[in-house]
Structure formats: structure tokens, C-alpha cells
Nanobody
Framework: QVQLVESGGGLVQTGGSLSVSCAAS????????MGWFRRAPGKEREFVAG????????DYADSVKGRFTISRDSAKNTVYLQMNSLKPEDTAVYYC????????????????????WGQGTQVTVSS
């Protein structure tokens, strides 16, 4: 069983920065592909950023490319999402997810590819 706990959400002004964290339980953390998703009010949950099992490959949704960075600290069993140049349209609940299967692409872009989810953390960008 893997537990994921997000933290670090909050309120920030347009153009500001925020970092959200996801602490994972489980000794096999380094072998998981990790992802960040978000759900904006009235919208479906969407892929934001992903990291391969090795950590060597990352990818981002076009809407956040160049502004967001996903990273992992294996010693702390934690994955981060650094968000810069935030826009009001980035307002959403942000979820981290872990994919434990060794099968699949380096970056898992679909919710169905993930086995475990955090409870989410709210990020609000004011205009």
C-alpha cells in the first residue's frame, strides 16, 4: 500500500510562484512513475506533469511547459511541483499520483495508469 500526502498549496497572486510537495510512503518509491494532475472548478482532472520511474525523463502539459518543474528527492520519498509565473487559470486542486507497474510508457499521462492518489491540495491564483 502506498500513501501520498500533498502539501504546500495556497493563495498566490498572478505571476507568483508556489511549490507543492507530495510525500510518499513505501520502500519502492524510487521505482514508481510519478505524476501531477489538477482539477479546476467545473472541469475534468487533467495531466500536468510526469516523471519516469528512473526520474530521468519528465514531461509537461503544454499549458504549463516552461513554467512548472517536477522533481523528486528520493532520500525524502517526496516529489515536488515547482510552479512559476502562475496564472488565474492555474487555479485548481492539485493531485499527485504514483504508478507502480513496470509496464507502460516513461511518462504516464492518463489517470488510469496510476494506482495511488493523494487527497489533493488547493492552489488559488488571484488576478
Amino acid at each position: 500500500q502506498v500513501q501520498l500526502v500533498e502539501s504546500g498549496g495556497g493563495l498566490v497572486q498572478t505571476g507568483g510562484s508556489l511549490s507543492v510537495s507530495c510525500a510518499a510512503s513505501g520502500r519502492a518509491f524510487d521505482s514508481y512513475a510519478m505524476g501531477w494532475f489538477r482539477r479546476a472548478p467545473g472541469k475534468e482532472r487533467e495531466f500536468v506533469a510526469g516523471m519516469s520511474r528512473s526520474g530521468g525523463v519528465t514531461d509537461y502539459a503544454d499549458s504549463v511547459k516552461g513554467r512548472f518543474t517536477i522533481s523528486r528527492d528520493s532520500a525524502k520519498n517526496t516529489v515536488y511541483l515547482q510552479m512559476n509565473s502562475l496564472k488565474p487559470e492555474d487555479t485548481a486542486v492539485y493531485y499527485c499520483a504514483a504508478a507502480t507497474s513496470i509496464f507502460g510508457g516513461a511518462i504516464r499521462r492518463f489517470e488510469s495508469e496510476y494506482d495511488y492518489w493523494g487527497q489533493g491540495t488547493q492552489v488559488t491564483v488571484s488576478s
